[in-house]
Nanobody
Framework: QVQLVESGGGLVQPGGSLKLSCTVS????????LQWHRQAPGKERELVAA???????NYAESAKGRFTISRDNTKNATYLQMNNLKPEDTAVYYC??????????????????WGQGTQVTVSS
């Protein structure tokens, strides 16, 4: 069984910073990309940032210049440093493993996994 556990969310004032963490555990054989998505009330879930195993990154326009995604392959972890936060950044942030090769009771399979989400609220 694969688990993605996020932490680091909370309440912050506009202009403040937060750092989200996500740790991946379980019977994983191989995976590449790690991503952060977010979903604000009444809106669709959107990609915020992605990072490949080699370190190449991709950001949503709204995140460029303010957010930084990183990863530690030795810990199967990814991080999202968020600076200069704005009220419109308020959302539930989800860690995502777009595909992973895993060992299951039915054999080796490729699946997508999501964390449970962590709430980020930017408000004065």
């Amino acid at each position: 069984q694969v688990q993605l556990v996020e932490s680091g969310g909370g309440l912050v004032q506009p202009g403040g910073s937060l750092k989200l963490s996500c740790t991946v555990s379980g019977s994983i054989i191989r995976f590449n990309d790690l991503q952060w998505h977010r979903q604000a009330p009444g809106k669709e879930r959107e990609l915020v940032a992605a990072i490949a195993r080699g370190g190449s990154t991709n950001y949503a326009e709204s995140a460029k210049g303010r957010f930084t995604i990183s990863r530690d392959n030795t810990k199967n972890a990814t991080y999202l440093q968020m600076n200069n936060l704005k009220p419109e950044d308020t959302a539930v942030y989800y860690c995502n493993l777009p595909w992973a090769t895993v060992q299951t009771t039915r054999g080796i399979m490729t699946q997508e996994f999501w964390g449970q989400g962590t709430q980020v609220t930017v408000s004065s």
